[in-house]
């Protein structure tokens, strides 16, 4: 595939997290394949740009054109805290690196803090020493991701526990000038237009909260914010997907969750050399994680 220098020009410069950032150049060259041409030109680049601007959202692209400036945008220093010596490890999502609204890096950051907090004042570290029979290794490491929605960009579902942001829309009574923005971006599907405004089927909508996000008109709006928790899940050996605590709590909630998860693991006896939460909530049944 052949790059005019100005397209180059165009896609080095598209402001992306560092975990993505590789992958424009390839979107690039799968628009021009798309238009059977042989050569990227600055309008394949421009419409790169546009394509990484609308997934990533407006908030999204202002910060990090503003980091990519040179800018401090203040990133909270609670997302780059470092604990080798802990046996627990929490991964965030790309909205670490500011790939996200501000309403979801806040989501993450509010329940960061006093999660760490809990996990020390219940000692999971000691609670692990205590039970490892081999050599401490990287996989006796109770394992956290927290994600600022349910679009999960990296998986909580393969770890040991997860938080998830969720967001319940509401739609506002008037303002709504039925331009289905919010229909075509609903990658589920839960959104209608009736002639009042958006309508959301519940059943079907993630609550990702990404429609607030494309309405120009400020129809619609987060209406509840919280978390769905999940627990359980493994990436190795034998595989599982976490399963689901609660579809949504708040901050309480997810600590009281964790709580009842460390509890479990102190007073479930060891019996092979190989620990799993996943076993022992087998044990225990997921009923006594729930609130």
């Not at 800018?71 to 991964?91: G, K, N, T, W």
């Not at 996200?100 to 570290?125: A, C, G, H």
């Not at 009842?260 to 693991?265: L, P």
Request: one cysteine or more.
């Amino acid at each position: 595939m052949h790059w005019d220098k100005e397209a180059k020009d165009i896609v080095e410069a598209i402001p992306l997290p560092p975990m993505i950032a590789h992958y424009a150049k390839m979107d690039a060259e799968r628009r021009a394949r798309q238009q059977a041409v042989e050569r990227v030109t600055p309008d394949i680049a421009r419409e790169t740009e546009k394509g990484y601007e609308k997934a990533l959202g407006r908030q999204a692209v202002e910060l990090l054109r503003a980091m990519a400036r040179g800018e401090d945008v203040q990133l909270p220093d609670e997302f780059f805290v470092e604990e080798p010596h802990e046996l627990y490890s929490i991964q965030l999502c790309p909205a670490q690196y500011g790939a996200s609204t501000m309403e979801k890096r806040e989501q993450m950051r509010r329940l960061l803090v006093p999660l760490r907090k809990k996990l020390k004042q219940l000692d999971i570290t000691g609670i692990l020493m205590d039970k490892v029979q081999t050599s401490i290794m990287s996989h006796h490491l109770f394992r956290i991701g927290i994600t600022g929605c349910p679009n999960a960009c990296f998986s909580p579902y393969f770890l040991d526990f997860g938080a998830l942001g969720v967001y319940r829309p509401g739609a506002r009574d008037t303002g709504c000038t039925q331009c289905g923005e919010c229909v075509a971006y609903c990658s589920e599907n839960a959104i209608s237009l009736e002639d009042g405004g958006p309508v959301f089927d519940m059943h079907t909508c993630v609550k990702c909260g990404g429609c607030p996000e494309v309405c120009d008109q400020n129809v619609i709006f987060t209406e509840k914010a919280g978390y769905k928790v999940v627990a359980g899940g493994v990436g190795s050996r034998h595989p599982h997907i976490a399963r689901t605590v609660t579809e949504c709590t708040d901050l309480d909630g997810v600590l009281s969750i964790l709580e009842k998860a460390v509890i479990m693991i102190r007073d479930t006896p060891v019996e092979s050399r190989v620990i799993t939460f996943h076993d022992i909530i087998e044990k225990n049944g997921i009923e006594k994680l729930r609130p």
